[in-house]
């Protein structure tokens, strides 16, 4: 069966510091990828989209960007975090079957 | 514009059938429901999906009506670990980033299961 891991599961960061979030996905051959962020409010907005290693599309113009170094591995990246990159993020994947299944989360505050 | 409405919050005796409706009137033809639920500091968890037929899997029953405008998430024995956020999505089928971005998860529903 397909299991999808991220890690880690909650991170203090100061402003200014890099940052680096992890996916991998078990079990599936070329999976669609895809980074979330949560929203205080339970939102959910889409920030990163892959369909292959190293094809990245970017939903929105942000302080973070994304990579597809392996075909089941998705990372999410900033150079310099800011107080309002503060959130609960969410690596997720799917196939043909059209269905997307979420990973655990990973919660970052920025301090 | 929201595309679903869902209460925000209901109770089940645990063990009993939980309900949850969603009403998505404004729903296209080629887009289905996907009903995803949330335990508090989790990742959304997939349920059940559906186009027009009613479905059912080992977590649960989706009913959905003729015109596609409601649907209706049975639980049919609740247990204290059901107790979670449930959200109800209507997006379009195929893995189009158009489609994952409809992915937004609105307020949803509080589904509080008691002992």
């Known amino acids: 069966s397909q299991t999808i891991h991220q890690w880690p599961a909650t991170l203090v960061q100061p402003v200014g510091s890099p940052l680096s979030l992890e996916c991998t996905v078990e079990?599936?051959?070329?999976?669609?990828l895809y980074w979330y962020r949560q929203a205080a409010g339970r939102g959910l907005q889409l920030l990163f989209y892959?369909?292959?290693?190293?094809?990245i599309s970017s939903e929105v113009p942000q302080n973070l960007s994304a990579s597809r170094p392996q075909d089941r591995q998705f990372i999410l990246s900033s150079k310099k975090l800011l107080l309002s990159d503060s959130g609960f993020y969410l690596c997720?994947?799917?196939?043909?079957?059209?269905?997307?299944?979420f990973g655990e989360g990973s919660w970052l505050t920025v301090v | 514009d929201a595309k679903t409405t869902q209460p925000p919050s209901m109770d089940c005796a645990e063990g009993r059938a939980a309900n949850l409706p969603c009403n998505h009137s404004?729903?296209?033809?080629?887009?289905?429901v996907y009903w995803y639920r949330q335990i508090h500091s989790q990742g959304p968890q997939y349920i059940i999906h559906?186009?027009?037929n009613n479905e059912t899997n080992e977590m649960a029953s989706l009913i959905i009506t003729e015109d596609r405008k409601s649907s209706t998430l049975i639980l049919p024995h609740a247990t204290l670990r059901d107790t979670a956020v449930y959200y109800c999505?209507?997006?379009?089928?195929?893995?189009?980033?158009?489609?994952?971005?409809?992915?937004?998860f609105g307020s949803g529903t509080q589904l509080t299961v008691l002992p």
């Open positions: 997720a994947w799917s196939t043909t079957g059209n269905t997307i299944y």
């Open positions: 079990g599936t051959s070329n999976p669609n």
């Open positions: 892959s369909v292959g290693i190293g094809q």
């Open positions: 404004t729903i296209s033809g080629n887009e289905y």
């Open positions: 559906g186009l027009k």
């Open positions: 999505i209507v997006r379009v089928a195929g893995v189009s980033s158009g489609s994952a971005r409809q992915l937004t």
